[in-house]
C-alpha cells in the first residue's frame, strides 16, 4: 500500500477521535466521507459572496471561481460594480492577490496574513486537513440535511485562535457555507452557489 493509500486510512480514524468518543455516529461517519472526498478534489468551480467584518469596517464581494489543487485558483469579482470583471490568479503555494493592478482594500485576518480574498483555498485547506473538533447533522424537519464541522487548533479550546466553520451538503458534500473566526469573533463569511467538484467521490 502506498503512502497516500495509508494516508486516507489513517485520517478518518483521526477524525473519529476528535468528533466525539464512543460509537460511531452518523455525523462521524459522513465526516470521514468527507475528508475522504476532500482529499482526492482535484478541482472544484462556483460563485460566492463573500462578508469580511473587522468591526468598524465591512467589505462585501461575490465573485466566481475556479480551483485547481496542483495548478491556479482564478477568482473573477462580479460584485461591487466598481471592481466587477477584475480578475485574480493565485499560482500554488502563492498567497497574496494582486486584481490586475487595482487594488481591493481588506485587510489581514490575522498575523499570517490571511485576507478575505484568500478565504477559498483556505476553506478548502480546512475541509482537506484540517483538525476537525466537532461535527454535527443539522437541517430543519423537510429540508436536506447539512454537516457542519467545526475546525480549530487541536491544542486550543472554542473561542481561541483562528477556527474554521464548514456546513457541507448532506448528499453531495458540496461546500454549502464557511466561516472564519479569529478569538470567537467572526471575520469572514461565505456563502457558496453553483459548487462543482472534480476528483471526488462521485
Given at each position: ?101 487595482v487594488a481591493v482594500e481588506t485587510g489581514p485576518v490575522d498575523p ?25 447533522l443539522e437541517g430543519e424537519e423537510g429540508q436536506p440535511e447539512k ?56
Amino acid at each position: 500500500m502506498g503512502r497516500k493509500g495509508c494516508l486516507l486510512m489513517i485520517l478518518p480514524l483521526l477524525l473519529l477521535s476528535a468528533c466525539a468518543g464512543g460509537r460511531v455516529s452518523e455525523a462521524e461517519t459522513l465526516t470521514n466521507r468527507a475528508r475522504t472526498a476532500y482529499l482526492e478534489l482535484t478541482a472544484c468551480s462556483g460563485s460566492a459572496s463573500i462578508t469580511a467584518d473587522y468591526g468598524l469596517r465591512v467589505y462585501d464581494y461575490a465573485l466566481d471561481f475556479s480551483y485547481e489543487r496542483e495548478g491556479e485558483t482564478v477568482l473573477t469579482l462580479t460584485a461591487p460594480e466598481n471592481v466587477a470583471g477584475v480578475t485574480a490568479t493565485i499560482a500554488q503555494g502563492e498567497t497574496g492577490l494582486a486584481f490586475d493592478g487595482v487594488a481591493v482594500e481588506t485587510g489581514p485576518v490575522d498575523p499570517s496574513g490571511l485576507s478575505p480574498l484568500d478565504a477559498i483555498p483556505a476553506l478548502l485547506g480546512y475541509a482537506r486537513e484540517g483538525f476537525v473538533a466537532e461535527c454535527a447533522l443539522e437541517g430543519e424537519e423537510g429540508q436536506p440535511e447539512k454537516l457542519h464541522l467545526i475546525c480549530r487548533d487541536p491544542e486550543k479550546g472554542p473561542g481561541e485562535g483562528l477556527e474554521c466553520d464548514l456546513w457541507l451538503d448532506g448528499e453531495s458534500l458540496a461546500l454549502l457555507r464557511g466561516e472564519l473566526s479569529q478569538d470567537g469573533l467572526t471575520v469572514i463569511q461565505c456563502e457558496f452557489s453553483n459548487w462543482s467538484m472534480t476528483g471526488a467521490e462521485e
